[in-house]
């Protein structure tokens, strides 16, 4: 039998992040909730929220200190995805490597599966 491929790695930079994140935030959290979104001229987009409580359904996923819940409805679309915090000149933010996609669009902010 196979082991089960993890739902989400996240990276020491993006563990860091969330972290910083969360203790900005000023209320207790449970982690951050990932899940996806019809949007875009690809299909699909990520999105990232504060999870005040887990849902029953929710993927968790324990890395690198923080918690990362995943909508039960975006499993499927990001299951081996690799999470990731880039600090650039022009831009800073999550990305997210995700060996399901198919394709992005021009812009980067949607893709299919």
């Known amino acids: 039998m196979r082991p089960r491929t993890q739902a989400l ?3 020491e930079a993006a563990a860091q992040r969330i972290q910083a994140l969360l203790a900005k935030r000023g209320k207790p959290s449970v982690g951050v909730r990932v899940g996806v979104r019809a949007r875009g001229c690809s299909g699909l987009s990520y999105t990232l ?5 887990k849902g029953k359904f929710d993927e ?3 890395d690198k200190g923080v918690t990362v819940l995943i909508d039960p409805k975006a499993v ?3 299951l081996g995805t690799e999470m990731d915090y ?4 022009l831009q800073s933010g999550f990305t997210f490597r995700n060996p399901n996609e198919k394709g992005r ?3 980067g902010e949607s893709f299919h599966v």
Do not use: H, P, S, W
């Open 86 to 89: 880039v600090e650039e000149k």
């Open 76 to 78: 499927m679309f990001i």
């Open 60 to 62: 968790v996923v324990e």
């Open 49 to 53: 929220e504060y999870a005040d409580e």
């Open 9 to 11: 790695i996240v990276t």
């Open 105 to 107: 669009c021009g812009c």
